[in-house]
């Protein structure tokens, strides 16, 4: 039988951390957040009524067995002067199908056997109007997902405007799982809306499985400013309370200085570095490798090596 692995996450970071992991000989359950109002899944949630779908769609694209330009199309971006422009097409699929039966769950679960996925995608909630809630250092309240990425700043309190009714089967996943992955991305929107979900806080600290992080590569301009891996770890521990952070992973990398200006120059993002020794006081593992690679010019992760090291972790 297959060890079992629950993913929060959401966005790029976990697309792509899935691409790898879906080769080993592990059962997934990937628990996407539901909160962006941005771009084409703010624009069909306004319209629809709906919870986010656009991550949801990349992480079942990237669990999809199915041939490259299948994919494509699913990600495919409409360019055009009619209402469709900036629409992704495995957006309006799913926004479809949500409309057709009124189950997300349902909906993913569909879209997951027409394209080949053999891993499990739920959506932290069914909630159509869960929206994700900042404040920052100086009192200032910030309201929606898209809102708190563009304000360019830290917040001491990421919470929801209401307390969010979890999927039921996210809680018995979590039960389940032999380890649960907070995934690279993010931190304020794409891995906290999960965990500040009570239910699954709940749910970890009753949980036996060790809890795992994978650090972000490069900081995000406001939010991540100068933050060094023990940071990214203290943050989640403020958050998971009772149940702290196990292991991180973490890459290093040594990064091309012609990248790394390239990066400070037109994003504001820095490499972030391992501080062994607040680590070992933070009393987490630190696994440590050379996990980077560059495609176009960018900074990713390299899938299969990062899911080795998770998957000798979890074999251990």
């Known amino acids: ?4 692995i629950v993913v ?3 966005g790029t970071g976990i697309s792509y951390l899935l691409k790898g992991l879906k080769n080993f000989p592990v059962d997934i359950t990937a628990v996407i957040a539901v909160s962006d109002n941005g771009r084409s899944t703010g624009r069909l949630r306004e319209e629809f009524h709906t919870p986010a779908v656009g991550d949801i769609r990349k992480v079942i694209t990237s669990l999809s067995g199915i041939d490259e330009p299948i994919k494509k199309m699913m990600e495919y971006r409409f360019n055009t002067s009619s209402d469709l422009d900036g629409h992704a097409l495995g957006n309006l699929i799913l926004t479809a199908m949500l409309d057709m039966n009124g189950s997300l769950k349902d909906s993913i679960a569909y879209l997951s056997k027409l394209l080949d996925v053999r891993h499990t995608v739920l959506p932290i909630s069914e909630d ?3 929206t994700l809630m900042g404040r920052d250092f100086d009192g200032n309240i910030i309201e929606g ?3 708190i990425t563009s304000a360019n700043r830290q917040f001491e309190k990421i919470y929801y405007k209401e307390e969010p009714e979890v999927v039921p089967e996210v809680i018995t996943a979590i039960k389940e799982a032999d380890l649960i992955i907070f995934s690279m991305g993010s931190l304020y929107t794409s891995v906290l809306p999960n965990i500040i979900c009570k239910e699954v ?3 970890i600290v009753e949980s036996s499985a060790p809890t795992m992080y994978l650090c972000n590569v490069v900081t995000q301009p406001g939010e991540t400013d100068k933050f060094t891996v023990g940071d990214h770890v203290e943050l989640l521990n403020r958050y998971l309370e009772k149940n702290k952070l196990d292991v991180v ?3 290093n990398t040594k990064i091309d200085k012609k990248i790394a200006k390239k990066y400070y120059t037109e ?3 820095d ?3 391992i501080d062994h020794k607040r680590l070992k006081e933070l009393g987490v593992e630190l696994i440590e490798d050379d996990l980077i690679i560059i495609e176009d010019n960018i900074l990713r992760h390299n899938s299969l090596k990062l899911s080795s090291l998770i998957f000798s972790y979890l074999m251990r």
């Open 128 to 130: 159509s109007k869960l």
């Open 8 to 10: 929060f996450g959401g």
């Open 267 to 269: 994003e504001q993002k």
């Open 1 to 4: 039988m297959n060890k079992k």
């Open 249 to 251: 992973i973490a890459s």
């Open 145 to 147: 997902e898209h809102q």
């Open 271 to 273: 490499p972030v570095p």
């Open 201 to 203: 806080q709940d749910a």
